[in-house]
């Protein structure tokens, strides 16, 4: 039985608080004795800190080319200036830099997408689990039609027809990526909506929307939150793909995905320019999944009830 179950209806407000505040921090305690989760957690921080702070801790301007640096290998491997700690491209510019202001668009446009995917998400799937009916049919169907649709064939086909550019990434990735919270919460709130608490709630004739934004949506919400975070990994990953087809953010912005299809044709020679990138994709999509699997045991309930 869920928590929130337990707390009388008529208790009084600050008791709701204080019981979903000690539920909060014995989850979150949990969540802090999960040693992997709490290090993939500060990972993702890291990410997060070097997008905010890029401006200072880039040593070099990620566009300022210079063909007499070009290919120049890492500093630890051929014993060059240590200005250039991770080498440089084929136009002669610093990968590293490249790399902590390409982490600035990739975090960017998981963030957005997410945030938009969600709410688009939980609200249709509020409407579609409580309303049922009509509004249901239409809901799931157009889901499903969207789920019918490889993920990624379909960002290339409304990228191709949008044309390249951030924000036309951030709607292509968002148009398809609300389909996951609106089935996780259409399913949260068939569950819900036959509980004491809501049944209780509709016989004081309290409206739909009070119902369904008052009474469910508090109490679906940490499911929703853990596979939002989930998605954020994906979301990345979905960013690189279309940046490295060229699809994606244009150059000269700095882009993880299009550095690493710029030295596709490197590989053999200058290794370190697709290298780099790519390990940093790498790095930061397993620290998500990992962080938000700790989430997972923690905050939701079914975990470890």
């Known amino acids: 039985m869920n928590t929130v179950d337990l707390i009388p209806l008529d208790a009084p407000v600050h008791d709701k608080r204080d019981r979903d505040a000690s539920i909060f921090a014995r989850n979150l305690r949990r969540f802090l004795r999960n040693r992997f989760a709490l290090a993939a957690a500060a990972i993702v921080l890291a990410f997060v800190a070097m997008a905010l702070f890029a401006p200072w801790l880039a040593p070099h301007d990620p566009n300022d080319a210079d063909l007499l640096r070009r290919l120049q290998p890492p500093a630890w491997l051929a014993g060059g200036a240590w200005s250039f700690p991770l080498g440089c491209d084929g136009l002669g510019r610093d990968i590293f830099s490249r790399i902590i202001y390409g982490a600035r668009v990739s975090i960017f446009i998981g963030a957005a997408v997410i945030t938009l995917a969600t709410i688009a998400g939980t609200i249709a799937g509020l409407a579609a689990g409580y309303l049922r009916g009509w509004v249901d049919t239409v809901i799931s169907r157009v889901a499903d039609i969207l789920l019918g649709f490889p993920y990624l064939i379909f960002a290339i086909g409304l990228m191709a027809t949008t044309g390249p ?141």
């Not at 739909?208 to 990953?237: G, Q, Y």
């Not at 912005?253 to 690493?260: H, I, K, L, Q, Y």
Request: aromatic letters at 8%; charged letters at 15%.
């Open 165 to 305: 550019g951030l924000h036309n990434i951030i709607l292509a990735l968002a148009y398809k990526e609300w389909v996951v919270p609106c089935r996780l919460v259409r399913a949260e709130t068939l569950a819900a909506r036959e509980v004491e608490y809501v049944e209780a709630a509709r016989a004081l004739g309290a409206s739909r929307l009070h119902i369904m934004l008052r009474e469910i949506l508090p109490n679906i919400l940490s499911p929703v939150m853990v596979i939002s975070t989930i998605r954020m990994a994906s979301v990345i990953i979905m960013e690189a793909s279309l940046s490295f087809l060229g699809l994606g953010v244009q150059p000269p912005t700095a882009s993880w995905g299009a550095m690493v299809a710029a030295g596709r044709e490197f590989m053999l020679d200058a290794w370190w320019v697709s290298t780099f990138p790519g390990l940093a994709i790498l790095l930061i999509v397993i620290a998500i999944n990992v962080a938000s699997q700790g989430l997972r045991d923690a905050f939701d309930p079914r975990f470890h009830e």
